[in-house]
Structures are given as structure tokens and as C-alpha cells.
DNA sequence: TCTGGGGTCCTAGGACCC
DNA sequence: TCTGGGGTCCTAGGACCC
């Protein structure tokens, strides 16, 4: 496409997301240990902590518990995602000043392709396009700040994985450049855990295989990498040595639109982790779980092709059932396939420490039927959609679930 | 480090059809 | 009746990301 590869690919990452927020609406959180996930000592993980926060060691994904210990001064918030939601669109809305061309890849991360957008910020002394861009990027970062109040980072690089991996160096409130030519040489001292798409499994692989930075896995051999990358093999080593695409991809679904065939993006899931559970309280919960996807079904006017559910025993053994139905997004179709995979999955006596259920192969509902021409199913789920429209989602919950929640399950 | 909840994508085997 | 091969769908599991 372009007969010289140009750093125009911009990463751009909202620092510390959900605790900048919650300082918005909050500002004597300013300045001090703040970790969003749940409530001190309770159950759940991190999903972000402030700098003062990982000061004692407290990061992402590790458990609240665990957090609590660390950093018993530290100040929990549940989270506000609504909140979340409404901060990313506007953040989104201010990049779109500077270039047409972004995708949100999460709720605070987005792509953004600066080919072609030199001239619109050349000033005349300008003699390089390169520090045109990156003046830009700067301008675009602070803009954010000074009008929401978010930090932000981002990478500049040739390439889409490299602008990711040159923007988490920049954080926080940083912006960093990698000029063409200098990729391999920039990357090439990085452990291979920095690289995206290279987790701690394959971490631990290439480790015992000697691999530990990326220089060493650009290296490697075809043969100690195919069995750790399969496929993937070409375009992780093209990764690592920064001559990865400059596509930036897709949105993500929540992001995303229906694409021509009728297929709807993604899927919808919904799961919930629980302690020591009677038998009872299984079947309600797969009810509810049920209620709950195909709300948000409808809610996207889609219907279900597939129906997934997935059981986790105590002791961490974890089993996916899925199935093939036709097209439904009423709570007693789905249900029903749920209740037959729950059989086919539940074979241990062990105590089951979470359950979910996903539906898959969304299709587009189609043209909105009249509620006297709906089967019983729709035209009920219709009607429930109308009342917690108004009152709430709890305001009321399917007869016949609760109904089916009585169903003896081993 | 005793591990949440929402996703995506890849792999691999088997069924089925032509 | 035997045969092979390719394509596609279904299903289960796993790695990874935020």
C-alpha cells in the first residue's frame, strides 16, 4: 500500500481508565492509592489501580483480598461503568478531530491511522512529516486532558503491534515515537512477554527454550516456534522484529457493526462465580443467567444461533458445553438448551464454583413482528423488556423461569 | 497469585456431503 | 460397492486481551 513504510500508526491509552474516572466524579481521590474492582476484602479482582496503588505492589487482575493486604491504606471503589462508557465515547470523539480513521479496540484503547494526514498540521517551517505528526499526537493527548480531565499515552510507530508495545513504554502521560528503520533495533531488548499476543504460556515455552527477549525469538528457529505458535508462527516473528501490519483491524464487537450477511458481531455472555451452591440455587442461576443474555439479545436485536454453557468445579476443572439452535432470543428456548448441556456437563459430584452461559452465531432479528403475531415465548419476553424498560431489570422476572427454577437438578 | 467477567481468535477432530 | 479427497459445519478447549 505504502511503498515506504511511515510511522503513522498511532496507540493511544487512556492511563489508569476506571481510577481517572472515578477521580472525576470523586476528586478527593486525587493523589491517593485507589484500586477499582469491588469492595476492600471482598471477592472479585482488580481492573485498575492508581500509581500510588501499585506503589505497594497492587496491579490488575490480582484479587481484592490480596490487595487489601498490600495496601491497607488503599481506597476501593466497585466501579462505575456506565460512567466508564460515556468518558471513552467522548475521548473517542475528541481523536476523531485529528484523524477519520479510528478503532476502539477496548474501552481505553483506540488505533488511530495518521497516513495522509500530514499536511493538514504542516506548519510552513516544518521540514520533517514525522515531528509534524508526533506535534499532533502531543496536541491530541493534552486535548483529552484539558477538556475531560483523563491522562492519556500513546506509541507512534510503523506498525500496529509496535505503536502498542512503544505506548505502554510511554505511560504514563507519555508519548513516544519509533522512527522507520528503527523497529528491530528498538524491540529487539524487550523480554517477549511486552509483545502482544505472547502471554505467560507462551512466555513460560519460549523461556524453557532459552528465549527471552525478542531478539532471541527473531532468531529462533522455525522448528522451536511452530510448536508454541502454530500458525501464527510468521506473523509473531514479523511482530517481533516490527515489520508487522499497519491494518488496524476491527472494532471490537461492542464497537461494531452488523456486518451485510445478517451476521451479527461477536457474542453475548454472562457468568457469575459463587462459593459452596445447592442444587436449587444452580437451576435459579442458570435462569437468571439466561433472563439475562437474552435481554441483552433483544436488547441488540439479534437471536442466538448457539448456545454455550460453561461449568467450573472447585477445583478449577472447567467444561464448555455449546449446541446448535435455531435462531432465538426468548428466555425458555434458550433456557431449555441450557438446562441439556447442563446435564451433559454436570458428571462430578464436586461442588461447582461458576456458571455461565453464551450465546453465539448472532443473527439480526429482522423486521420487528406485531406482538398479536409473536409465538407465547416473544410476545412475554416483549412485554417483560417494556416493564423493566420502564421500572427496572429487576422489576420483574419471567414466570416460567421461575417456574423451571424448581426443576430438580441433581 | 488460590485466580472476575467480558470478549476474540485459533486449533483440532469428527460428521457429513459431494 | 468401493474409493479418495475437499469443503464446511459442529463442538470442545485453550491462549490471550482489557
Given at each position: 500500500m505504502f511503498s515506504t513504510r511511515l510511522a503513522r500508526i498511532c496507540c493511544l491509552d487512556l492511563d489508569t481508565f476506571f481510577v481517572s474516572v472515578e477521580r472525576l466524579l470523586d476528586p478527593s481521590l486525587r493523589g491517593k492509592a485507589v484500586v477499582v474492582g469491588g469492595v476492600k476484602h471482598g471477592r472479585g479482582v482488580v481492573t485498575s489501580a492508581s500509581y500510588e496503588a501499585r506503589a505497594f505492589g497492587v496491579r490488575s487482575g490480582i484479587s481484592i483480598r490480596e490487595a487489601s493486604d498490600m495496601a491497607p491504606s488503599a481506597i476501593f471503589v466497585a466501579g462505575n461503568h456506565g460512567a466508564y462508557g460515556d468518558y471513552s465515547t467522548r475521548a473517542r470523539e475528541i481523536v476523531e478531530r485529528w484523524s477519520p480513521i479510528v478503532v476502539a479496540a477496548s474501552i481505553?484503547?483506540?488505533?488511530?491511522?495518521?497516513?495522509?494526514?500530514?499536511?493538514?498540521?504542516?506548519?510552513?517551517?516544518?521540514?520533517?512529516?514525522?515531528?509534524?505528526?508526533?506535534?499532533?499526537?502531543?496536541?491530541?493527548?493534552?486535548?483529552?486532558d484539558d477538556e475531560?480531565?483523563?491522562?492519556?499515552s500513546a506509541g507512534l510507530a510503523t506498525s500496529k503491534s509496535l505503536a502498542k508495545v512503544v505506548c505502554t513504554l510511554a505511560k504514563p502521560q507519555g508519548v513516544r515515537f519509533v522512527r522507520t528503520g528503527e523497529e528491530e533495533a528498538f524491540l529487539a531488548p524487550l523480554p517477549v512477554r511486552k509483545l502482544p499476543g505472547i502471554g505467560p504460556v507462551s512466555e513460560a515455552k519460549l523461556a524453557r527454550a532459552g528465549i527471552v527477549t525478542l531478539a532471541e525469538l527473531v532468531r529462533a528457529p522455525d522448528v522451536v516456534l511452530r510448536p508454541i505458535f502454530g500458525a501464527t508462527t510468521a506473523?509473531?516473528?514479523?511482530?517481533?522484529?516490527?515489520?508487522?501490519?499497519?491494518?488496524?483491524?476491527?472494532?471490537?464487537?461492542?464497537?461494531?457493526?452488523?456486518?451485510?450477511?445478517?451476521?451479527?458481531?461477536?457474542?453475548i455472555s454472562n457468568e457469575r462465580t459463587f462459593g459452596e451452591k445447592s442444587a436449587r440455587d444452580t437451576a435459579s442461576i442458570l435462569c437468571g443467567l439466561c433472563e439475562h443474555v437474552c435481554a441483552r439479545a433483544r436488547s441488540r436485536g439479534v437471536r442466538a444461533g448457539c448456545v454455550t454453557l460453561r461449568l467450573r468445579y472447585s477445583?478449577?476443572?472447567?467444561?464448555?458445553?455449546?449446541?446448535?439452535?435455531?435462531?432465538?432470543?426468548?428466555?425458555?428456548?434458550?433456557?431449555?438448551?441450557?438446562?441439556?448441556?447442563?446435564?451433559?456437563?454436570?458428571?462430578?459430584?464436586?461442588?461447582?464454583?461458576?456458571?455461565?452461559?453464551g450465546l453465539g452465531k448472532l443473527s439480526l432479528e429482522g423486521p420487528q413482528l406485531q406482538l398479536p403475531t409473536m409465538d407465547g415465548g416473544a410476545r412475554r419476553a416483549r412485554t417483560v423488556d417494556a416493564v423493566r424498560e420502564k421500572f427496572g431489570y429487576d422489576a420483574v422476572h419471567l414466570a416460567t423461569t421461575v417456574e423451571r427454577a424448581r426443576v430438580r437438578l441433581r
Open positions: 481505553d484503547e483506540q488505533y488511530i491511522d495518521f497516513h495522509g494526514c500530514e499536511s493538514l498540521y504542516k506548519k510552513p517551517e516544518d521540514a520533517d512529516d514525522d515531528a509534524t505528526i508526533v506535534r499532533a499526537v502531543r496536541a491530541m493527548t493534552k486535548a483529552i475531560l480531565g483523563l491522562p492519556a506473523c509473531i516473528r514479523r511482530d517481533a522484529r516490527g515489520r508487522g501490519s499497519a491494518d488496524l483491524g476491527r472494532e471490537r464487537p461492542a464497537f461494531r457493526e452488523h456486518d451485510p450477511r445478517g451476521l451479527a458481531a461477536g457474542s477445583d478449577f476443572e472447567t467444561i464448555t458445553r455449546s449446541c446448535t439452535i435455531a435462531p432465538s432470543n426468548v428466555d425458555g428456548d434458550i433456557h431449555r438448551a441450557v438446562l441439556a448441556l447442563y446435564r451433559r456437563a454436570r458428571t462430578r459430584r464436586m461442588a461447582v464454583r461458576l456458571l455461565g452461559v
